[in-house]
């Protein structure tokens, strides 16, 4: 049957793209046109319509200050995420490995992950004060966990066939870990790490919502204080175009992680 | 032969019968097939991989329409409908994995109307008939893969069923076990008068537990030997030492080494 | 002991032990009491504040805003689901949407939706369900995905209605992965509802935090976080302990 497959596929893949296309385009119009529905019923009181953002959002770019606000956004979010990321690798590989630790962990981990964290805004702004620090733990409160979870996740689920593998060809723990556990893990790694960048940048944009006086969380939420209605939506579409192709690209380094290790 | 004829003599009979797929890519999956099984009688279909056995089954319960050809069971004409007293067995393991045993059995007489006390007879006859009243409690998550075929062994058998269907049950089972469970399912047969056609890839199964086997050739697959056995209708697993057996398998083997060497060509 | 009470007993001890550690670092002045007070005083504070019933609104208002949000969520989600996997056109659509949607911080919609819907329970119930409703929509589409074809072939041998294949044959199968997707949905709510009573509201727990916080209050603040810890806790552990008894019946032995 394959062979038939082979053979045919070409025009039924192109049929099919030229349709996923298509209904890409039709939504991509319904989003626009809803946004600008809504938009326009509100006389530009809660969102500003699809066009006049788009000019806004071009002056905008030309301004320092909006960079100014970016970058605080992008060093804070960086930090964190590189913290979550390696702290949330290590703790992944030590739970996983050691697998009564994991058992212990995983509960309270799992845990945290359900329970509001803005209740535990207050003790952090107590703790780190206003300022970078505070956003930068906010980012790692949200971005750690999931990356834990998720490398946990993955060592547990590795084939014991690797490790014993491993073992034979008398490896280090070291090398085991940078050779086999790893490389074997990455699909699920790159995954959490998608979730964690997303989660650490949430962290983030909250913690400027309401404890900063710089970064774009801060931009958006002045916005709305100010009644500038065409600079909160503008930041949340850069924000949001931003989260999409960061995300979309990390599923495709996934995707090919994934295709490799099958 | 006249119908009235052909329905009289036959339980179940297959007349022209082909199927396509319209793809892409286009394929000509089986037939054309004429076939006749006789009530009470015990038919194996044994053919390569890919051959098309599993549509064969398909086609012969009303799953899936011919798309030439006529479908007749007990002298009427399969209109794609499923019709009342055929019981399925598949190959995949169909146990219900959130009801225990019990309840998967009693689940075929969900919509049968009947009281609740001739429902809990049934079951546990079943139940008792197939060797699992020991676990009549269990989940399926908790038997093995051979007490899960005899789950739904035991679901079909307690519709009554006038026509078992088969597909490969045995499969996923050792040796030991498939010959076991062939004399469970001769007991079956012999027991409820019903009509069996199993569909097999092992050919010592086939030989020993039938009346007649059907060798399907590669796809599109086609009848091309029907072997009749000859045994008597008291028979089980120990019928491999009778001198006859050995030459029946190796019949079956001569005509379907061919076959199966195309098969492997086709790729899956 | 089994392994998985030991485990139970370690964990129990940890974080007996976290938060005794913390209670003798408040106390001895390790920790500076005016940026967290000891765990007993927080407890004593809930006790207190839940007592004198003056919290009694802020919880009828943020427990009704949760539940209604899980409601819709969980209602929707489902149907929406099962909608889309019908259809495989609207399925290739709705995938890519889905894999990206909690990639965005539905948070920064929240002024938004103030602006539209006014400052009330309407913004909050409607955060609620865009930050739970998809988690459910992507476990009913995985759940019905998985429904094993070969059952699905049994419904139509015992010429079962389409309205039993989906009561006795879909709904059970497709279950352990929808229950997941409910207890994503009760947490994602819950977050979500609070988090925005938390930044911009005038009731609710959240809002109640925020001025205690602001109100240079901590007795109340941290008596507050813990009410609201503890019912976030307990609410997903019962679910949590439900789906483990559930899976157990189908798991492995």
């Not at chain 1, 175009?241 to 295709?259: C, E, F, K, P």
């Not at chain 3, 689901?81 to 920064?108: K, M, N, Q, W």
């Amino acid at each position: 049957m394959s062979d038939f497959v082979l053979e045919n596929a070409p025009p039924s893949r192109t049929s099919r793209g030229r349709v996923r296309a298509f209904d890409a385009a039709v939504l991509a119009l319904l989003i626009l046109a809803l946004w600008q529905a809504i938009g326009s019923w509100t006389q530009g009181v809660a969102v500003s319509p699809p066009l006049q953002t788009l000019v806004y959002l071009f002056g905008l770019l030309r301004t320092w200050m909006f960079w100014d606000h970016a970058a605080a956004t992008l060093t804070a979010f960086l930090v964190a995420f590189a913290l979550s990321a390696l702290i949330g690798l290590a703790l992944g590989l030590i739970f996983g490995i050691r697998r009564f630790a994991g058992e212990v962990a995983e509960p309270i981990l799992a845990g945290f992950y359900t329970i509001p964290k803005v209740t535990l805004y207050p003790v952090v702004l107590l703790v780190f004060g206003l300022g970078m620090s505070a956003k930068i733990a906010f980012g790692v409160m949200h971005g750690l966990v999931p990356m834990t979870l998720f490398t946990l996740g993955a060592v547990r689920n590795l084939p014991p066939v690797l490790i014993r593998t491993a073992k034979v060809l008398r490896l280090s723990p070291g090398r085991t870990m940078l050779w086999v556990l790893i490389p074997a893990c990455m699909p699920e790694i790159v995954n959490g790490l998608r979730i964690s960048f997303s989660l650490s940048l949430l962290g983030v944009l909250i913690g400027e919502m309401f404890s900063s006086q710089r970064g774009l969380g801060f931009l958006l939420v002045n916005g709305m204080a100010q009644n500038n209605v065409p600079l909160s939506t503008a930041v949340v579409t850069v924000i949001v175009g931003v989260s999409i192709a960061a995300n979309s690209l990390m599923l495709r380094l996934g995707g090919r992680a994934t295709r490799r290790s099958n | 032969m006249s119908a009235a004829a052909v329905s009289a003599q036959s339980h179940i009979a297959l007349g022209g019968v082909e199927r396509h797929y319209d793809g892409p890519p286009a394929i000509h999956a089986l037939g054309p097939i004429d076939l006749e099984i006789g009530r009470g009688e015990f038919f194996s279909v044994v053919g390569p991989s890919g051959c098309g056995k599993s549509t064969l089954l398909d086609v012969l319960c009303g799953l899936v329409r011919p798309t030439r050809g006529s479908v007749r069971f007990e002298g009427r004409e399969l209109h794609g409908e499923i019709p009342d007293g055929i019981g399925v067995v598949f190959q995949e393991d169909a146990s219900m994995p959130w009801l225990n045993v019990r309840q998967n059995v009693a689940f075929g007489l969900r919509t049968s109307g009947l009281q609740q006390k001739e429902v809990a007879e049934r079951v546990d006859h079943a139940v008792h008939f197939m060797g699992l009243a020991q676990f009549a409690g269990h989940y399926p998550a908790q038997l093995s893969g051979g007490m899960r075929q005899r789950v739904c062994i035991a679901r079909t058998l307690v519709l009554r069923p006038r026509l078992i269907l088969l597909d490969e049950p045995f499969g996923a089972l050792d040796q030991q076990t498939r010959l076991l469970m062939g004399d469970e399912l001769l007991r079956l047969w012999r027991e409820t008068g019903a009509t069996v056609l199993l569909i097999t890839h092992a050919l010592d199964e086939a030989a020993m537990l039938s009346d007649r086997v059907g060798v399907m050739s590669a796809r599109p697959g086609r009848f091309i030997d029907i072997m009749e056995t000859g045994w008597p209708r008291d028979r089980d697993s120990r019928i491999v030492s009778d001198p006859k057996f050995g030459g029946l398998t190796a019949r079956l083997w001569s005509s379907l080494r061919e076959e199966s060497l195309k098969s492997m060509g086709q790729a899956a | 002991m089994t392994r998985r009470r030991a485990a139970l007993f370690v964990r129990t001890a940890v974080l007996a032990g976290l938060v005794g550690l913390l209670e003798i670092c408040c106390r001895t002045g390790i920790i500076d009491p005016l940026t967290v007070i000891p765990p007993s005083d927080m407890f004593a504070s809930m006790i207190d504040h839940l007592r004198s019933g003056e919290l009694d609104e802020s919880i009828v208002n943020t427990f009704s805003t949760i539940l209604l949000a899980f409601v819709l969520a969980v209602g929707g989600g489902t149907l929406a689901g099962a909608l889309v996997h019908r259809s495989p056109r609207l399925r290739d659509v709705a995938d890519p949407l889905l894999a990206s949607y909690y990639s965005v911080p539905t948070f920064i919609f929240y002024p938004l939706l103030v602006a539209l819907l006014g400052l009330g329970k309407a913004p909050l119930v409607v955060l609620g369900v865009l930050s739970a409703a998809p988690a459910v929509m992507i476990s009913t589409l995985s759940g019905l995905d998985g429904v094993s074809p070969v059952l699905l072939k049994l419904a139509r041998v015992h010429r079962l209605s389409p309205a039993r294949t989906l009561w006795w044959i879909v709904l059970p199968a497709a279950l352990p992965r929808l229950f997941s997707g409910f207890k994503l949905a009760l947490s994602y709510a819950l977050i979500g509802v609070i988090a925005g009573e938390f930044i911009l509201s005038g009731t609710g727990l959240g809002y109640a935090i925020s001025f205690a916080y602001q109100s240079f209050d901590n007795r109340a603040m941290y008596g507050l976080m813990l009410f609201v810890l503890l019912v976030a806790v307990t609410a997903n552990g019962i679910l949590y302990v439900w789906e483990g008894w559930l899976a157990r019946r189908r798991s492995r032995g």
